[in-house]
């Protein structure tokens, strides 16, 4: 469902270029779990950024369910980022002084149609991520694990066949991670595609497959299970 | 539908920053409100220009004996105008017809024990049609009362009052400076001016009377009132006038006019040279205001676009298009200058009543409404326009990297 061809990214900054994607060629099929590992500062969060259409790359080609992102226009991509994708970041990324239930809504907003059980489907995914009973805290009063959550239940909120995580449990302790991968388990278990970008192979190793981005390169290695 | 999801999040954000709502609409009050009361005072004095200028007539001309710049009605001893005076304008064409008046002011009145003081006018049946104003009861005077100098009276309401109380006055004699006259007619009633002249305490008795018997001016009239068919020629009609006086009168081109002509135009130029200065500088305020409402506006929402980059990044990650992102903003911006402005009218309006308790003439209708509201939407748009673009154009990854 995913396909990357070549995919290069540089950054231009005044003078000094830089190269952080040289030749990046991968594929995702449609419900597979893949995990994407790298240390840190090698541009893992730029090839999400790629994947979710946040973001031109320099070179090379990306087919996303068969339609060749370069031929979309900027609303297009962004018709394609709501129906298609659900991100996840590592920071959260909640809205402040609003509800658990308006943050989940909120893609929504943007949708083509606004559903009329929109209300009961946001709810009932707050629900199914455990937090049934907090529909109306605002971040202020969650915790991190809580927070994440949230944002889970949003990415999933316009039922994308895609879900970007990048590193979602990078700032969460030990007993939030589980709960966390846990959920994304469930999900793949679901039909959902997912790609979880991490730089922890204890988290990496929840995907049904590894790849490593090193030096700007895709590898494909074995993962010990 | 989703245009109404977005003016929630707007609204919703509206609510939330509290501090820059408030700012903003102060900003847009004071300009709004400003631009009201500049409004209403230039309405009030259009008005008024409007109203002297009906009071006047704006088909008369008025032709006074005596020259200079002195105002007021002229006193039968400067009676300088002739019967071949009135016919010679009478001809000039453009005029329907000129009626000959005479004034003596503060004339004493007595009926049986009651006494009181109003303006006699010696009038023609004419005057009826050069002023628009008849005998509301009982008759008006007549070519027949000019021409057997009849000693008859119309009598105005105050007047009538004074001398008569509630009872009827027609049919009934008075004196006039010691000669009786009797009760025809009741004259229309008129009112005060805005000076507070009384236009009802007068009575009319008819034009040959007056120059013979009371005034002592058998071949003269001090004022003519001229009525033309087309006010729009009013300036060179009076041009012709003042040429015809000038050579009756013999006037060598040394010498000054004895006389004097007025149109409505004229009236109304001299009551608008006196508040122009005054007016251009108001609404210069009056525009400025506004603007710089405005521009306090684009301030605040530019510092409000790049304080919620994140907000404006995660939207645009969500799948909000930048024309998403611009209705967003927009309608913040005018969602806070309507609301703004509408606080400005309000306040506006208390000023502007409060201006009209000192005496200044102030007119509020609808237009100041009217002209806020669309203002302060168009200030709303305009200045809001570019913090919005500016938010719809942040890239999605640097914005939610902030
Ligand atoms: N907008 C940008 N302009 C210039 N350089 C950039 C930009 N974005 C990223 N980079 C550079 O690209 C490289 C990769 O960044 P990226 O955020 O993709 O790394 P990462 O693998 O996600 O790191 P981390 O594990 O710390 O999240 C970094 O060296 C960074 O400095
Ligand atoms: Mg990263």
Redesign the pocket.
């Known amino acids: 469902m995913i396909e990357l061809k070549n995919i290069t990214k540089s ?1 231009q ?1 005044g003078t000094i270029k ?1 190269d ?1 994607l040289k030749d990046v060629t991968f594929g995702v099929q449609r419900g597979e779990f893949v995990a994407i590992m ?11 950024n790629i994947l979710g259409c946040m973001l031109k790359m320099s070179g090379g080609s990306y087919a996303l369910d068969g339609v060749d992102i370069e031929t979309l226009d900027d609303d297009q991509l962004s018709d394609l980022r709501n129906k298609k994708i659900g991100f996840v970041f ?1 920071s959260f990324n909640l809205l402040d002084g609003t509800s658990a239930l308006d943050n989940v809504l909120l893609p929504l907003v943007y949708a083509e149609e606004y559903p009329d059980d929109a209300r009961e489907r946001a709810t009932q995914l707050l629900e199914s991520v455990g937090l049934g009973d907090r529909i109306h805290y605002k971040p202020g009063e969650l915790s991190g694990g809580q927070h994440q959550r949230v944002a889970i239940a949003r990415a999933l909120v316009n039922d994308p066949a895609i879900i970007l995580a ?2 979602p449990t990078g700032n969460l302790d030990s007993e939030s991670v589980r709960e966390i991968m846990d959920i994304l388990k469930r999900l793949h278990k679901q039909g959902k595609t997912i790609i979880l ?1 991490t ?1 922890d192979i204890n988290i990496a190793r929840y995907a049904g497959r590894t790849v490593f ?1 090193r030096d700007g390169k895709i590898y494909n290695e074995e993962v010990s299970k | 539908m989703k245009i109404m999801k977005i003016v929630g999040v707007s609204l919703k954000s509206i609510l939330k920053h509290k501090l820059r709502t408030a700012l903003i609409e102060l900003a847009i009050l004071v300009g709004i409100a400003t631009l009201t009361v500049v409004v209403s005072l230039t309405q009030g004095a259009n008005k008024l220009i409007m109203k002297r200028i009906q009071n006047f007539g704006p088909d008369a001309i008025m032709v006074h004996s005596g020259g200079g710049k002195m105002r007021g009605p002229s006193t039968a001893q400067q009676a300088n105008l002739t019967k071949k005076d009135i016919s010679d304008i009478e001809n000039i064409s453009g005029v329907k017809f000129a009626t000959p008046f005479q004034v003596e002011l503060d004339m004493p009145l007595k009926y049986d024990n009651q006494f009181t003081t109003s303006w006699v006018m010696g009038v023609e049946p004419d005057w009826r049609d050069a002023w628009r104003r008849g005998a509301s009861k009982g008759a008006f005077i007549s070519n027949s009362d000019n021409e057997q100098l009849s000693r008859v009276c119309v009598i105005g309401v105050t007047t009538a009052k004074e001398l008569f109380g509630k009872a009827d006055p027609i049919g009934e004699s008075i004196l006039v400076k010691n000669i009786s006259f009797k009760v025809i007619g009741i004259l229309e009633k008129r009112g005060q001016s805005p000076a507070g002249t009384d236009f009802d305490n007068l009575i009319l008795i008819p034009f040959s009377t007056a120059s013979r018997r009371l005034m002592n001016q058998p071949l003269y009239t001090s004022m003519l009132r001229v009525i033309i068919s087309d006010p729009a020629r009013a300036k060179h009609v009076a041009g012709k006038i003042s040429g015809i006086l000038r050579e009756n009168h013999r006037l060598a081109s040394t010498q000054e006019d004895d006389f004097r002509i007025s149109t409505a135009e004229q009236i109304a130029k001299m009551i608008k040279s006196t508040s122009k200065t005054l007016g251009l500088f108001l609404w210069l305020i009056a525009v400025i205001s506004p603007l710089v409402g405005g521009i306090v506006l684009m301030n605040i929402m530019l510092m409000a676009v790049s304080e919620r980059k994140r907000e404006i990044g995660l939207r645009r990650a969500l799948g909000a298009k930048k024309r998403d992102i611009i209705f967003q903003f927009l309608t913040e911006s005018v969602v806070l200058t309507f609301s703004g402005g509408g606080l400005g009218v309000g306040v506006g309006v208390i000023i502007a009543i409060f201006v009209r308790h000192l005496g200044k003439p102030i007119s509020i209708s609808w237009q100041p409404f009217a002209t806020a509201f669309v203002i302060s939407v168009l200030i709303g748009l305009f200045f809001g326009v570019y913090p919005a673009k500016k938010a719809a154009n942040l890239d999605p ?2 914005a939610l990297n902030q």
């Not at chain 1, 790298?38 to 999400?48: E, F, Q, W």
């Open positions: 950054f900054n830089t952080v790298g240390s840190s500062g090698n541009g893992k969060t730029t090839l999400m590592q990048d590193e970008i730089h981005l | 990854v640097d």
